[in-house]
């Protein structure tokens, strides 16, 4: 049976010992929490629900939702890649549905927006959803997990 370690293990075992980001070792998780109430919000609009300051890396994004309609769905991504965080998630037609990017989706959905996780930003940067597929009305609910040192 073999026995292995990640990057940022490895790394502290290492002579001389290499030295890991405090965003990945030992940093403080910070947390960005908003909500929107949506109101007739229509498909392909977007919903700014966090800015996260330069040279942050991104743990998680999760959102959480009334039910908003039957066919409408979310995404959630920057100003460089609409869907980084999250991608198409629908439909949010039943209330308490969540979506993560570590952890899926409450209704068993995968979750393939996997590039985001870990991302650094190199400037302030926007976190948005965007709406589809259909109008939007109800409750979201939005935590943005990252680390700053």
Do not use: C
Not at 2 to 10: C, E, P, R, Y
Not at 20 to 38: I, N, Q, W
Not at 59 to 65: G, L, P, Q, R
């Amino acid at each position: 049976m073999a026995s292995v370690k990640g990057v940022n293990i490895t790394n502290l075992d290492a002579t001389p010992v290499v030295l890991s980001s405090s965003e990945e070792v030992g940093g403080k998780l910070r947390v960005f929490y908003d909500t929107y109430e949506a109101v007739s919000v229509a498909s392909g609009d977007d919903i700014t629900i966090a800015r996260i300051p330069a040279n942050a890396t991104i743990h998680d994004v999760i959102i959480k939702a009334d039910a908003l309609g039957s066919g409408v769905t979310l995404k959630v991504g920057d100003s460089g890649d609409d869907d980084r965080y999250l991608s198409v998630v629908g439909t949010w037609n039943v209330a308490g549905q969540s979506q993560s990017m570590s952890s899926g989706s409450s209704t068993g959905a995968a979750t393939t927006a996997v590039t985001g996780i870990g991302y650094r930003t190199t400037a302030s940067t926007d976190i948005k959803i965007t709406t589809g597929g259909a109008t939007a009305s109800g409750t979201i609910f939005s935590w943005v997990y990252y680390t700053v040192e």
